[in-house]
């Protein structure tokens, strides 16, 4: 069943995608709810202000991406992605909902944060890629691109609502009532999947189910030129500038002095950015590489501006443009690696993605906490600045090249 609609939202004609980003909207909210809390609680309840052990938190939270690589592109790849999603929703409900018990309890303990916190990254290792690439069997491959910007609008919605309403949560009724509320989100998300029109899914190719089924994949995208740029650059970025729960909550504490309310409200202002750069995505035809060169340089110049910054506010409005510039770089590279990869390869590419994005973060987080801690803050966004001028030095040696050119025009020639 083909659909021509046209317009920033025309995935949402589809009925079967307007039941999961509804589901998927209220469970976003929750777990930027539990994010916040997650690092509030590390930070002023079971540490005095260790931006370490807030880097160590997200450590073991991303670490699972990396590890469990061979398994979760293989699953996404080879299983059915709809029962899947709902093993893996369910269990990071459940997750979720012991650890705000542990904490409502009064005996949440700071190894029981790391152990959650890896637990929840497993679940999530396997969830993600599966997450990503379902899309395409919601929309078809047509209005894959919009719908994942659509996504992203998603879940950076979730990212303004959430964190305020966490700060509120937690100044009114304690941090533990923020993990609750997310572990009972995620009901949303399995409801919404029960409502799905099945005759309506756009099955996708699954792949023959071989022992060398990952070495095929890390084979595939080592030979493509486009796909081996954009995963440097994702590992430059998400090393060392993906890392805003420290960013954000070592220069609410020890920079502007603030209180869970402020701290929640510089996440959700955050999702001003995160959330436009996610519609301006959803306003495009199809990706290009260029846009990954301007939001690489952009995010540079917002990290410089936000290590800067001489007050709160302008702080703030320095995330605005750090929000801007990640989502631009996070939603080229979704929807560009998507299209551009055979359909029986897509999980083990996205896979692969992640764990490049997300896997680094148990190296970068650790050491940008330690910057953090040693020197202040504010060169911890130094950190993440030069990450941000690095990929763009990629990209831009990318598309200078004849060779790289000539490449990239036949992928947008492929995604049209």
């Not at 209180?259 to 955050?270: E, T």
């Not at 148990?362 to 910057?371: E, K, N, R, T």
């Not at 831009?396 to 049209?416: E, K, N």
Request: glycine fraction near 10%.
């Amino acid at each position: 069943m083909k659909n021509s609609a046209t317009g920033t939202f025309r995935a949402l004609s589809i009925f079967n995608y307007r039941v999961w980003t509804a589901g998927s909207l209220v469970s976003n909210i929750g777990t930027w709810m539990q994010r916040v809390a997650q690092d509030w609680l590390v930070l002023t309840q079971l540490t005095h202000h260790d931006a370490s052990a807030v880097g160590f938190v997200m450590a073991l939270q991303f670490a699972p991406q990396f590890l469990l690589l061979p398994w979760s592109g293989y699953a996404a790849d080879h299983f059915n992605q709809r029962k899947l999603l709902i093993l893996t929703q369910a269990l990071m409900g459940a997750l979720a909902s012991a650890l705000g018990v542990l904490t409502v309890a009064g005996s949440i303990r700071l190894w029981h944060v790391y152990v959650f916190a890896f637990l929840f990254g497993s679940a999530a290792a396997l969830d993600a890629p599966v997450r990503q690439t379902f899309v395409a069997e919601l929309v078809g491959d047509q209005h894959l691109s919009n719908a994942v910007a659509l996504n992203s609008t998603s879940f950076n919605a979730g990212r303004m609502i959430g964190p305020a309403v966490a700060g509120i949560v937690i100044a009114k009724v304690g941090t533990g009532w923020a993990f609750v509320i997310n572990g009972l989100s995620f009901a949303a998300v399995l409801i919404s999947m029960s409502l799905f029109r099945v005759s309506e899914l756009y099955p996708n190719t699954r792949a023959r189910r071989t022992e060398g089924g990952f070495f095929e994949g890390l084979r595939y995208v080592w030979g493509r030129q486009d796909l081996r740029a954009i995963l440097v650059m994702l590992f430059l970025i998400g090393t060392f500038g993906l890392n805003f729960p420290i960013f954000t909550s070592t220069m609410a504490v020890k920079v502007f002095h603030t209180d869970a309310r402020g701290f929640g409200l510089l996440s959700s202002i955050m999702a001003i950015g995160t959330i436009s750069g996610a519609l301006i995505a959803a306003g495009r035809d199809k990706p290009k590489f260029g846009s990954l060169l301007i939001g690489s340089a952009v995010f540079g110049i917002g990290c410089t501006l936000a290590a800067l910054a001489p007050g709160y506010w302008w702080f703030a409005a320095a995330l605005v443009i750090i929000g801007v510039a990640a989502l631009t770089l996070t939603n080229t590279t979704n929807s560009m690696m998507q299209l551009s990869t055979e359909p029986v390869m897509r999980g083990r590419v996205m896979a692969l993605r992640l764990a490049v994005a997300l896997g680094g973060t148990p190296i970068g987080a650790p050491i940008v906490g330690w910057v953090a801690n040693r020197f202040s803050p504010r060169w911890a966004l130094g950190v993440g600045a030069a990450s941000g001028f690095a990929a763009a030095i990629v990209a831009a040696y990318v598309l200078t090249r004849p060779a790289g050119r000539s490449h990239l025009t036949a992928i947008d020639d492929f995604t049209c």
